[in-house]
């Protein structure tokens, strides 16, 4: 009879077996800061983008980055599109994470302008100006 496996590991990276969630509500488990120890003195360089966030970080899903069980064991992850064990470039966790940081920051500067527009169409420092469509292509 074989043990019922709750966690796998895939590259260092520790995710529910189940769902192969980092953070995963239905197993009531966060593996996030146990991987972000992991990976610390490499993400030093990203501080200005995760110092404050960094626990806080959009969680992994080991199997939506294409994560399956290795034929040889069921101890082993391997990646479908190369077919290697915990495959260092589609399992590459400190650049997935840098990535994720620079959208985020993105959408905040877009955020922030968008939302300073705004407010300024509500006060009225700036109008909205009427375009007739089909106007600018006559």
């Not at 009879?1 to 709750?6: P, R, T």
């Not at 966060?30 to 969680?59: A, C, G, W, Y």
């Not at 040889?72 to 650049?95: G, L, N, P, R, Y």
């Not at 922030?112 to 375009?131: D, H, I, W, Y």
Request: one cysteine or more; proline letters at 1%; charged letters at 30%.
């Amino acid at each position: 009879m074989s043990a019922k496996i709750e966690h796998i590991t895939v590259n260092r990276f520790t995710f529910c077996a189940k769902h192969g969630d980092e953070l995963c509500q239905a197993c009531c488990c966060d593996h996030r800061m146990s991987n972000n120890v992991k990976i610390e003195d490499e993400l030093k360089d990203v501080e200005e983008f995760l110092e404050t966030e960094v626990e806080e970080r959009q969680p992994l899903n080991a199997y939506g980055l294409g994560a399956v069980a290795a034929l040889h064991t069921e101890e082993s992850f391997q990646c479908e599109k190369h077919k290697t064990v915990d495959c260092s470039t589609c399992f590459d966790w400190i650049s997935i994470i840098k990535q994720e940081a620079e959208e985020v920051e993105e959408s905040g500067r877009w955020m922030s302008k968008r939302n300073s527009l705004q407010e300024k169409l509500e006060s009225g420092v700036l109008t909205a100006v009427p375009v007739e469509v089909g106007a600018a292509f006559a």
